[in-house]
């Protein structure tokens, strides 16, 4: 059987053969661990080390180079030493080596294993592991969730932690070995793990299915998503961190939408459970829940601009439904499509309530009138998304052959059309028989959504493009390809025909019979289903696609739900996207090292803004010479403007350094004006203060 090597590698200077030359272990699923020269060198022979008695996972040098650990998928370790071959005898007297070293005039050394160890997991198989030289640690993830950390060469087991559900399937040290990372791809989990003082620092969960929906709140601060894994999670666009998960659903969610009014502290979500619930963001719970007299399946919820009245559509009854806020009560059932109902949204202007179906028309309800009856609005194809511009004036219609229809409601007058098919059309997918081009499978836009001041349309659909259009002239702006995962189904133009068998695409066929584990033989999915964990479907490739895209409020921001996860993109050059700095050197030494000797003083501004102690801060601050405040003020982050401002507010009202001041604030507003204008409503407080600390002076100064 032909080896076959690990992705992961460690290069480390080999002592014993030559000192300048680079040497590196890899391990094998051929049960071996072979090492090999990164370059030639004259006499040297490639070392194969041989007695493991499943796939090697890892191997690795010590730091002195004289040992070799090595750890396999059944879960033992082996230590390799590189001793004189006049060390290894069999029982019978000196071996061949030995007579060989003893005859040479020049002693001979070769590697042999030293001693064996067991990490007994109860049967638990090794996933994943790690190992970190100048600590002596070795961190290992088991097919149980579980992970332990031994010390080497003493094989002391430090403690053992489980921290999934499912196989810990990736595991690394940072460089000081101090924090450890795990990776789960079955339920995408992210954990940070400080093993010192046993504490997580960091612990993320994203959804393990497909993402279907999303809906950026009022402020546009924070999007709320929900998957087919039933759950609700609200993410920080600041950070690009979870903060919150919502698992009271049963079923996938379909639809989520914040409230307009109350400050945006209100989520709903629809659901194939047959539920829309209400979330509370101020307590983080479901305070409302809201049902129909049978059980239905919603696929799609609007909430008026007034937070009052909120309605779900039906995929299974072909109904509409609408519920008071306050009471949960149901209002009305509005009766009339003869199809699934795929899309329904309330104008921002009037109580009129526009909804969009299967069976190729659009309706105009008056919820509030007296008269229910509704406007039918005739389509060629079957309706998959609506979306109404700001204003309230016009609505734009999405259809299944690739067409995006806009109509003024008011008037019931078509007013345009713009041509999507060809601008969506994404690649080929495996086992179609027709070409990319000739394919009508995908080629058309299941969301969209007006940009701000209504000129523009973005659209995505079951493909790897996003298109921008401009609404009066009917162009394409802009196509964004959200993937170049070429792991992702749709992705080539042209299929590679070396792939093609008799039995169709080498891709998609089932060899799961042939692994060697059990578990990995094992499927309990359902045959020929695709939805669900995708990781658990035998040969079945996930499709690039935008199920859901959205503008921000500001309007200079969108964000997209596909099959990578929650994308978002920006007109600004410097996003605030920018996760917290997981460091562990800020203490006030380096921070005044930095300011004092290094002279970096937009770090050291930055370190003492995370470590937080305003002593800390008034020094650099002061330290920084008044010809440097123009280049650090323009690179400075601006997720650290808030707390700049808010700290030279309340130094102007207590220190004498008036020109020092007027300086900063200068700088502030030269090259981050136009951010804080857009963000007035953020920053509204602290740029008062400034306002009022300014003002305060030219009062004092007045006087004098």
Known sequence: MEPRLDVCRLWVRYPFVLAQNELTPRSCKDLTVRIFSTDPIDGFEPAVLTGHKSAVVGAWFSIDGHTIYSVSKDGSLFVWKYRPLHATQTEDGEGPDAKKARNSATLVRKWACASRHYFNQNHAKVVSCDFHAETNILVVGFTSGVFGIWELPDFINIHTLSISQKKVESVTINPSGEWLAFGSAKLGQLLVWEWKSESYVLKQQGHNHEMNCLSYSPDGQYVATGGDDGKVKLWNTQTGFCFVTFTDHSAS?????????????????????????????????????????????????????????????????????????????????????????????????????ISGSWDRSMRSWGVFSRDTASEPFE???????????????????????????VWNVEFHRQVGTIEGKKDVGGGRREGERVTAENSSGGKHFTSLCYTLDGSCIIAGGNSKYVCIYDVQSA??????????????????????????????????????????????????????????????????????????????????????????????????????????????????????????????????????????????????????????????????????????????????????????????????????????????????GQLRGLIKAISKLQDVLSKV
């Open 253 to 353: 969610v379909q639809a989520v939408e914040f409230s307009k009014k109350r400050n945006g502290n209100v989520v709903f979500s629809a659901s194939l459970d047959g539920t829309v619930r209400a979330f509370d963001l101020v307590r983080y719970r479901n305070f409302r829940t809201f049902t129909s007299p049978t059980h239905v399946q919603f696929g799609c919820i609007s909430v008026d601009p007034s937070a009052e009245v909120i309605c779900a559509g039906s995929i299974d009854t072909f109904e509409i439904y609408l519920w008071n806020v306050q009471t949960g009560n149901l209002l009305d059932i509005l009766s009339g499509h003869t199809g699934p109902v795929s899309a329904v949204v309330f104008s921002p202007t009037e109580g009129r309530l």
């Open 475 to 684: 162009t394409l702006l802009k196509k964004f390809e959200i993937s170049h995962n070429l792991s992702l189904d749709g992705m080539h133009r042209e299929l590679d025909s070396r792939n093609m068998t008799e039995a169709g695409p080498r891709e998609l066929i089932d060899d799961t019979g042939d692994l060697s584990d059990i578990e990995d033989r094992i499927d309990a999915s359902l045959p020929g289903a695709k939805k669900g964990d995708l990781s658990l479907r035998a040969k079945v490739k996930p499709e690039a696609r935008t199920k859901c895209v959205r503008f921000s409020p500001s309007g200079r921001t969108w964000a997209a739900a596909s099959t990578e996860g929650l994308l978002l993109y920006s007109l600004d050059d410097a996003i605030m996207f920018d996760p917290f700095d997981l460091e562990i050197d800020i203490t006030p030494e380096t921070v005044l090292e930095a300011v004092t000797e290094s002279k970096e003083y937009l770090r050291a501004l930055v370190m003492s803004f995370r470590l937080g102690e305003r002593d800390i801060m008034q020094a650099v601050f002061e330290k920084i010479p008044s010809v440097s405040i123009n280049i650090v003020a323009k690179g400075l982050p601006q997720k650290y403007l808030d707390r700049l401002m808010k700290f030279l507010i309340d130094r102007m009202d207590a220190s004498q350094s008036v020109q020092l001041n007027l300086i900063w604030s200068l700088s502030i507003l030269r090259h981050h004006g136009q951010y804080l204008k857009d963000h007035s409503q953020e920053y509204a």
């Open 379 to 405: 389509h060629t194809s079957e309706v998959l998304a609506i979306a109404y511009r700001p204003d309230g004036q016009e609505v734009a219609v999405s259809t299944l052959d690739g067409q995006i229809t």
